[in-house]
């Protein structure tokens, strides 16, 4: 799925920090989310847009913040605020409007405490 | 909301045997079940996926059946091979939102 692009491949947050990944695609979709996967866990959404300018909440979106101000972008923040936040982070995107298609991943970021 | 549950969690199967991975969701309203794999510290890929109005769908050696009285569908894997062996999710899309909802995952090994 090289039109989804995920920066940076790893990234570490010291305690108190925010940190920012990215979540860039090409594919000209207007649905994008955010998940995150645990070791030997499932997928967890954390939070998804339909459309540009507009997002809602997923499962576990406390201490995560997410803005969608172009269709192309959909950067996730990790807040001070969550305090467990080591896990590979998936983000997709798929057509939207109410289409059955499947979505498509990035390459995902594995963030890390230090 | 919508709840999809997997089993098994882990699978072992010998090389040349046949896989198959079940999931049972809860909304009625779900019309779209796509299949992933996803290797170790790579990205989930889509390997086949079934809509509400087709029963059954096939792609080589993997197929996919959907029995939406019962609500479930599932995968099956023929003729495994050693590069099978990954972690498959299935998931569904309800037609009431663009939400999917994933199954918690079945570690599949295939032994040569």
């Known amino acids: 799925d090289g039109g989804i692009t995920q920066s940076p491949k790893y990234l570490f947050r010291k305690e108190g920090q925010n940190v920012t990944l990215s979540c860039e695609q090409n594919?000209?979709?207007?649905?994008m989310y955010w998940y995150r996967q645990d070791p030997g866990q499932g997928l967890r959404l954390i939070y998804y847009?339909?459309?540009?300018?507009?997002?809602q909440k997923g499962d576990i979106a406390e201490g995560y913040s997410v803005s969608r101000e172009k269709k192309e972008s959909f950067p996730l923040t990790v807040t001070s605020a969550q305090k467990n936040p080591t896990a590979f982070y998936l983000c997709?995107?798929?057509?939207?409007?109410?289409?059955?298609?499947?979505?498509?991943f990035g390459d995902g970021t594995r963030l890390s405490i230090l | 909301g919508e709840n999809v549950e997997q089993h098994p969690s882990t699978l072992s199967v010998q090389e040349g045997d046949s896989a198959v991975i079940k999931c049972t969701y809860s909304d009625s309203a779900s019309n779209y079940f796509p299949w992933y794999k996803q290797e170790l510290g790579k990205r989930p890929q889509l390997i086949i996926d079934?809509?509400?109005?087709?029963g059954e769908k096939k792609d080589q050696r993997i197929a996919v059946t959907l029995n939406k009285t019962a609500k479930h569908f599932s995968l099956h894997i023929t003729e495994t091979q050693p590069e099978d062996s990954a972690v498959y999710f299935c998931?569904?899309?309800?037609?009431?939102?663009?939400?999917?909802?994933f199954g918690t995952g079945t570690s599949l090994t295939v032994i040569p």
């Open positions: 847009s339909q459309i540009v300018n507009d997002f």
């Open positions: 594919l000209n979709h207007d649905a």
């Open positions: 079934i809509r509400s109005n087709v």
């Open positions: 997709a995107s798929s057509i939207g409007g109410g289409h059955n298609q499947p979505q498509h």
């Open positions: 998931a569904a899309r309800s037609n009431t939102g663009n939400q999917f909802y």
